[in-house]
DNA sequence: GCATAAACGAGACGGTACGTCCAGTCTTGTC
DNA sequence: GACAAGACTGGACGTACCGTCTCGTTTATGC
């Protein structure tokens, strides 16, 4: 996950396990009262019970830390089978609008990735951390659409790949912008609306040909 | 724009309006050179050859500042028009992602929204200096789109801001999450894609009734 | 007393007179209040009711200010005829004690004093405006205690003024050191102690030759 | 010496002693130079090649780093043995007068001085670093002039001790107002002047009962 | 069982930026 | 031209964190 001091025969004391949970725990604490900007890795250090030397020896800064500690909330993501394409969109919808309402979530997903934004590094920690993970959503919604005959089978990898990121991009950037910035509600209502709009779009896109 | 002392009876020295522009301009010019993080209300007095003071009395911290200096960015942004739906998505499109492609506005964008996620005022500065100023941009795509007769009317006024709203948080989200999330070009391909998505949607949408 | 825009045909509004009393009583005030290192500039002139620039328009600054608003306190000082040598000292010693009793002259005499040791342009304000005009307390003193014929004339006036400087700088040098830097009580105890002491001193060194 | 974090199970990295000696040194250096009213702890700092959170770490302020710096000039004053009680007076008086030529003494003193009027703390570290360290001088020279047989014993220790403080004052009152106030020269003549006085004064008043 | 060696807590360290305060000057409009 | 008001530059303040360092202590393993 981090950077463990690889080799077969370590000697020493080992790193402490328990002190990894301590810290990623204390961190999303940290995260929900003071927020992404007033978050110290002094006090998390104090929350977790653990010197600050014990942080900066696993993580290389505040930026990572956040990463990995907020990573795995999206990992609680998941996608049953609601009968029908329209369904399982409403429902990703609503749960990832739900994830956002988190602070923890909200605050630390747009801090790192404006930190990003100067930092290739920290650009492929998030993607591989949290981005990628979650397509598998958008991977399966598709497989069932298909396997129900709503959506056609698309044969080329290449122009399914395509697809997938630009279904993930549409789903996953208009949830984050009406929460984030419009900072209107993510209801039933809204959620619908959306669906409906994306629903027609794949429709109608697949009967064309999208290069 | 910011906190004017108001009151009829002025008196005293007045403020310098040359000092707000330098400002703005050292801002812009900062962050792009450092980023976000690394950018410090000392260095822009500095650059814009203005007392540190002299910022603090103008705005309350760098989020306000920067919102500010960006804010104008956007407003740069026009819908020429291109003689189709499509053609106009496919432009706003591009014109939107080009302008994320500078660093002070991907950078600065990003921050200021997370930290609004902790911070009321921020949000309605965020909302009222940039968001509701390029909806502007929907409302007359639209209207040119029903004039010639690519989309329906629609009679209720409530209804016709939400669809504004959902076109704009699909446009805009959609647009940021490829380029700042997925870190992946928004080049005319793409565009064509995601415009063809979208004008399905919409043309599909409006053949439904929606709530 | 301070530096009045000399010449005779003065046009344009004459400078208020009131102002310059208002400005004295609030510097005082403050050095009650806030002793000399807190006290500012633009504190005494909202006390005074007086624009800022009016303070630097009439006082180089605060040391200046400081000087002209405590010097007046020492003029209060006097010397009515006790008796004897013994008893005058004792109510010289004892008034100068009550004096420094008030905080604006103590805490302002040893600030400007201090400030003094590396501005000489201050160091000749003290003494015009506080030292040397205390002097003719020891002066009459000493002219009483002959005509008394306790202590024996002095011919030569150079020797006089030595002894003169002498007598002034122990007892103003010792009562300020007994009550600001050993901070003990000066009470009619030790006022008969010391000034025991200087009367034997005096008389003793009348005695033999003093070159 | 300053605030030692008292406790035994001493844990974390220890101070640095080094620091300390340089930190009093640059104090000293940046008072000749510029005086205590443009000394700075940030100047002191990069003069001792020590952050300033070091400095603060060891020292309230100004005031209590200041006294800790000059404190020390002032253990350099000696009392050899003279053959006679007014030549061990013209020699205290004669170097103290030395000393106070040195700008970082004269200025400082009298600053920390003025300061303390309204401090009760910082009057007690003063008293307590420099001004009781030196009555060391006036007990030697009593008990040296003693047992030459100048000067009677006193029986009364609580008596001893009120002669021994007034004695003090005396030296150091007059010889400060010359230095300082007056700013007049403090040299043998004067000295042999200033000491005659006091020597017939403690004759006079040995003989004298004193309450 | 005892040395080795890394991880650990504590906290001092050199830095950097913060946001505030004050000095002293300048620019208005009013008296 | 003096004045009240208040914006201006400039610089120090004392604080908060950063990320590094240096201690003494703890805890695994491997000889």
């Known amino acids: 996950m981090r950077n463990p001091v690889s080799g077969p025969g370590r000697t020493g004391r080992p790193r402490s396990a328990a002190a990894d949970a301590a810290i990623l725990a204390a961190t999303r604490d940290a995260l929900v009262e003071l927020g992404w900007s007033k978050l110290t890795m002094g006090d998390v250090s104090a929350r977790a019970g653990v010197a600050k030397t014990t942080l900066y020896r696993r993580w290389a800064g505040k930026n990572e830390l956040v990463v990995d500690a ?14 029908s394409l329209q369904a399982d969109i409403e429902y990703v919808v609503l749960s990832f609008a739900e994830l956002l309402r988190r602070p923890e979530a909200r605050t630390a997903l747009m801090a790192v990735v404006a930190e990003s934004t100067r930092d290739e590094a920290l650009r492929d920690r998030i993607r591989s951390a949290i981005v990628d993970r979650q397509k598998r959503l958008v991977v399966l919604g598709r497989a069932r659409a298909q396997a129900r005959g709503e959506l056609p089978y698309e044969e080329d990898p290449h122009a399914a790949g395509h697809t997938t990121d630009l279904i993930f991009d549409v789903i996953a950037g208009t949830v984050v912008h009406r929460a984030l910035v419009s900072a209107e509600p993510v209801d039933e209502v809204w959620a619908a609306s959306f669906s409906a709009l994306l629903m027609h779009g794949l429709l109608g896109a697949a009967g064309t040909a999208t290069p």
């Open 70 to 83: 907020v990573a795995e909330l999206f990992d609680a993501l998941e996608l049953p089978d609601r009968g």
